[in-house]
């Protein structure tokens, strides 16, 4: 009998009855090597986790946090393990300020806290004495005088309280709250977004309709996992791929990602635009290494793919050449990145078409999607079937979710994936609601035959002194197609003219400056402060100048001397820019461009 998916902890006994996948989850420790967890031994795991909390006094309601610095097994163990409960997971992320960790386990009133290693532990400990609900903390990695997750899961081999969990997970109802996820927001203090089991569940069954993994044989498909599972996006993904009996594997780490891809060879993982950019990069700037016939072969096949086209568009004689380009040029690519990926699935940012273009030319598609963690993450999402890839759009709205454009452009949405609110602020909640519907705070259009494309961020949108209105992300995503530009923010709100604060690419320059035989200097404030620099990103400015009406065009820029980065503070955990953040810290670039 076939067990009916209404809770998060649902889909691991849905995953044992029907696949019982012998690699799960697959993590990778430094003295052990790559560890497998089976199905059967994922649910063992969780129910010893359920008996351990108990003991420890964990009841239903409480708020158990969790930090960690990379994707783990020990993750979804916990996440499940606290939700049989009826308890609540808050996941944190790990690269905010200490100052945020005391916030937010203060405003949840965490009970426990679970992080990953000595890092994270140190950053704690600087201000648990000012936490005032938390009784203990624990590690997943072995730190030597701390208490160590396993603890848990030894209390937990006693299982003469295992009725005590099972009634409790039987008492567990689809609308409870499952999860608070605190949004890292680009101003002010974080946002607790209250999210039910349904929320997540129907979000994920709706996801599982247009991911296409019949293609790939269930039950006999790997994924790469290595977003941040605190992120909504990636842990709806992970339950979606044990639901589908997909093996997950763990990247190491972000820097660890191209070796995890060859080792592995996964068949699909969800990325950001972001990376999906910088291996663009990457590939593109491999053919300055060539020369002669197979260079001009190299150059030829990128400027093919990045005119792709869904569904032979394009007409024969351009997928004949197509045809050419994938065997003598993208199976290399390809194999670059482990030979068997299939489709990729891209949130949290907008992806630029060209890209959308040449993954799918080289035979990797990047499925887009939409949403936010106020929507469990997904609203809408492309699929490669039945016509549902158009590149520049976010595919069509997920079943059971409507969505409509308020007059101003907003895209309004509800359905079962609409969130409970925001925790402790009835307040904020009512602000984001009309009646069930949803405000995302972005623009949009919708197509007559259902494909929803997003134009802007409302709250983005700014007027010029002269009364027009701009929309900055249209123009920075031109701006970050060149490969001059690695972040670019446009400014001039009440302003008489649009203006941009670019950081550079500075690998790609110092790359540049060297085949160019520039007299420039190759570190970033040199770089930045360089005419020849600054002249080449004015031709990159003006290109893109050319696509816009006269009030929205670039007058003047600034380069800022360093990366942009999360540790900075410039970027959220999601790599969205802070744009007050920015505007402070390049306070003295503002000035000159509009002062000066």
């Not at 239903?60 to 499940?80: C, F, G, M, Y």
């Not at 603890?151 to 609308?175: I, R």
């Amino acid at each position: 009998m076939s067990i009916k998916i209404t809770r998060l902890f649902d889909f691991a006994y849905y995953a044992k009855e029907t696949y019982n996948v012998k690699k799960a989850f697959v993590t990778k420790y430094e003295k052990e090597g790559w560890v497998a967890t089976s199905s059967e031994e994922y649910i063992e795991k969780i129910n010893a986790l359920s008996r351990g909390l108990l003991k420890l006094g964990v009841k239903p309601q409480d708020k158990i946090a969790v930090i960690s610095t990379n994707n783990r097994t020990e993750w979804n163990v916990l996440d499940l393990g606290v939700l049989q409960l009826g308890a609540q997971n808050v996941p944190i992320y790990p690269t905010i300020s200490k100052e945020d960790y005391e916030y937010i386990l203060n405003h949840s009133e965490a009970k426990y806290c679970f992080v990953s290693d000595i890092e994270i532990l140190e950053k704690l400990n600087s201000v648990k004495g000012n936490i005032k609900t938390l009784k203990g903390i624990y590690t997943f990695d072995e730190v030597v005088g701390e208490k160590n997750w396993k603890e848990v899961l030894e209390l937990g081999k006693d299982t003469s309280n295992q009725d005590e969990v099972d009634t409790l997970k039987n008492s567990v109802k689809p609308d409870d709250l499952a999860t608070i996820i605190y949004t890292s927001g680009t101003t002010g203090q974080p946002k607790g977004v209250m999210l039910s089991h349904d929320n997540i569940v129907s979000n994920v069954l709706g996801s599982f309709e247009r991911l296409p993994f019949e293609t790939l044989e269930l039950g006999n498909c790997i994924a790469l996992s290595f977003l941040p599972v605190c992120h909504i996006f990636e842990r709806m993904m992970l339950y979606l791929y044990h639901y589908s009996g997909v093996e997950i594997y763990f990247a190491e780490s972000i820097e660890a990602i191209s070796d995890n891809l060859k080792e592995i060879k996964p068949n699909t993982m969800t990325v950001v635009p972001r990376l999906c950019e910088k291996v663009f990069d990457k590939i593109y700037g491999r053919g300055e290494e060539l020369s002669g016939f197979k260079k001009k072969l190299f150059y030829w096949a990128i400027d093919l793919a990045i005119k792709y086209e869904p569904y032979g568009a394009n007409g024969w004689w351009y997928e004949f050449k197509l045809k050419i380009a994938r065997k003598l040029v993208f199976k290399k690519i390809r194999e670059g990145l482990g030979g068997n990926l299939d489709y990729m699935f891209s949130g949290s940012a907008a992806l630029q078409p060209r890209l959308a273009r040449f993954f799918a030319a080289a035979n990797m598609p990047i499925m887009e999607g939409y949403g936010l963690t106020e929507t469990s993450p997904v609203i809408a999402v492309n699929d490669i079937r039945r016509g549902g890839f158009r590149i520049g759009t976010v595919g069509r709205i997920l079943g059971g979710v409507e969505a409509k454009i308020a007059e101003d452009g907003e895209i309004l949405a509800k359905g079962p994936n609409i969130m409970k609110g925001y925790y402790k602020d009835p307040k904020l909640t009512a602000e984001v609601m009309s009646g069930d519907y949803f405000h995302t705070g972005d623009i949009g259009e919708l197509s007559d035959d259902g494909f929803l494309k997003i134009t802007d961020r409302k709250k983005e949108m700014f007027k010029t002194s002269g009364g027009k209105y701009v929309a900055p992300t249209l123009l920075e995503s031109v701006l970050k197609q060149s490969r001059f530009i690695e972040q670019a923010m446009v400014v001039g709100e009440g302003e008489k003219m649009p203006a941009a604060i670019i950081q550079p690419n500075f690998v790609f320059i110092e790359d540049w400056i060297k085949r160019k035989g520039h007299d420039i200097g190759l570190s970033s404030e040199e770089i930045a402060s360089s005419q020849i620099v600054i002249d080449r990103i004015q031709r990159e400015v003006d290109a893109c100048n050319e696509r816009f009406g006269k009030w929205e065009q670039i007058k003047k820029f600034e380069l800022t001397p360093n990366e942009w980065s999360i540790d900075g503070g410039h970027l959220t955990p999601t790599m969205k820019m802070k744009r007050k953040v920015i505007k402070e810290l390049y306070s003295n670039l503002y000035e000159k461009i509009y002062r000066g």
